[in-house]
């Protein structure tokens, strides 16, 4: 598939104003606030490109030659985030995967009706070598519109198929951000020479089946049976299904980024050593979620509907199962003991 299949030329603020003169009552507040946040995500894709030449790869506690203390990129990325964010008016509150606690606006900035959840740097394993990382987001409207006090944790923990927005940025050969507001999932690239993400891939979608899997397959022998099977079945040849081929990169943006565009699986289940899988609910699976059901794929825990799960706490992790409609049905059938292979 052709990367580059618009022949449009479209920044994303652009893009954001057009999304937005579909809806007529508009005020543009959740347009200002998509701006504040590419511009967030500039900044980080900026310090990710520098990152073996700026001293901030896994060190803490120490001085760069400014005279800056220098932190670990994620802990510099959730920094950039919140200061782009806190003070734009449009966010009530906000949580980050690197924030224990829910993140309060400061007293003395208008607090605005969206909630913003996000992983800063995803991928932290692959930071330090040189391997794509990303960031993750979600956008969710405040339960009380009009409320003007600080959000509440139950503005946070809001299902999935509530996310008014959600996105990814992936820091790889180039810089996407993945994008859906429920219209479809729209890819913008990042051309470092004027400063600008613009659209290059349109409404994509996801095929219907792949040839891919992915999952730590180190962790087999901590599966259980059903899961086993499956794996061990898209590994052989049968007469209808040849054998797939194993993808793994161990950075849940770059895994999901792949299987959007070339189908097949994505998995994080459940084991011994995670029991409910290791992959957060709020910062990453319900945004990669909405992306990949937005671009007609399908998203569970081997069961339920991820975006249909009700988070009690913002840190809550999920076992997760997404990607090509036809291949995440194969995987629910073996989890459930009723694939014919099985029987
Ligand atoms: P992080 O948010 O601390 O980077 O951890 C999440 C990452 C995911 O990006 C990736 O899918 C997973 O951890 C890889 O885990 P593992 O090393 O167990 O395979
Ligand atoms: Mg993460």
Redesign the pocket.
Known sequence: MAIFSTSKLVTIERHFAEEEDLHPEATGEFSRLLRDLTLAIRMIARDVRRAGLNDVLGLTDMHNVHGEQVKKL?DYANDIIFRAMDHGGHLCVMAS?ESQGLIPIPDHYHKGKYVLVF?P??????IDVNVT??TIFSIYRRLEPNATTDGTLDDVLQPGYKQVAAGYASYGSSTNLVYTSGHGVDVFTFDQTIGEFLLTNEKVRIPNKGTYYSI?E??YHKWDKNLQQYVDYLKNDYPDKPAYSLR????????VHRTLYYGGIFM?PADRAYPNG???LM??LNPLSMLIEQAGGRSTNGSDRILDLTPTSIHERAPVFLGSPDDVLEAEMFLQGKHPTQL
């Open positions: 994620d995967e992983d740097l995803d991928g932290s394993s692959n990382i990303g730590n180190g962790n793994y990169i161990g950075t849940a943006v770059a895994d994080y290791k992959l957060r910062y990453e």
